[in-house]
C-alpha cells in the first residue's frame, strides 16, 4: 500500500465500493428495474469508465470529453458483472498509478476551463471521484435489494 495521501483515498473509494457491491453477483449482470435503466454490468462498467475520464479530462489541455450519449452506449454493452468488476479494478489501478507517479506541483495545477470542474486543481478529481462512485454504490444497493440481496455496510 502506498503512503501517498490521494492514492490512499482512491484505494478506500475502491474498497467501499467493493464491499457495498460484493452482493450483487453474476447471474444478476444485465438486471435493470425498468428497460431504460443501466444494468448492473453496465453501472460498473459506468464507474469504472468514469474513473477513467475523470483522470483523463482533469490532465487534459481540452478538458472534458462531454459525449455522454457516445460513453454510455459503451458501458451500456457490457452484459458481465465479472468483467466489468475487473475494468473497475483496472481502472481504479491505474488513476492511483497516475497520482503516485505526479509531485504534488502537478496535481495543483488548475483544469482547463470549462463546465466540468473548470479551474479547480486537478487534485479534486479525487473528490469527485469519490462523489461519483458512492452515488453508483447507493444505485446498486438499491438494485441489490430488488434482486433479494441484502448489500454490505461499506465501510465495516
Not at 462498467?45 to 455522454?68: E, I, K, P, Y
Not at 475487473?86 to 498509478?97: F, M
Amino acid at each position: 500500500m502506498t503512503d501517498h495521501p490521494f492514492a490512499i483515498n482512491l484505494h478506500s473509494q475502491l474498497d467501499f465500493f467493493k464491499r457495498g457491491t460484493a452482493s450483487v453477483t453474476e447471474v444478476d449482470s444485465t438486471f435493470t428495474p425498468q428497460p431504460a435503466m443501466m444494468s448492473v454490468a453496465a453501472h460498473f462498467a459506468h464507474v469504472a469508465g468514469t474513473v477513467d475520464w475523470f483522470v483523463t479530462g482533469a490532465f487534459s489541455a481540452t478538458g472534458f470529453d462531454l459525449n455522454f450519449a457516445a460513453h454510455e452506449a459503451v458501458y451500456r454493452q457490457v452484459t458481465s458483472l465479472t468483467h466489468a468488476r475487473k475494468l473497475v479494478d483496472e481502472a481504479y489501478g491505474r488513476a492511483i498509478s497516475r497520482l503516485e507517479a505526479l509531485p504534488l506541483s502537478e496535481l495543483q495545477k488548475p483544469i482547463v476551463a470549462g463546465p466540468i470542474m473548470g479551474g479547480a486543481p486537478r487534485l479534486a478529481l479525487v473528490g469527485g471521484l469519490g462523489d461519483h462512485t458512492a452515488h453508483h454504490r447507493g444505485a446498486l444497493a438499491v438494485y441489490a435489494r430488488l434482486c433479494g440481496r441484502v448489500p454490505a455496510m461499506p465501510y465495516a
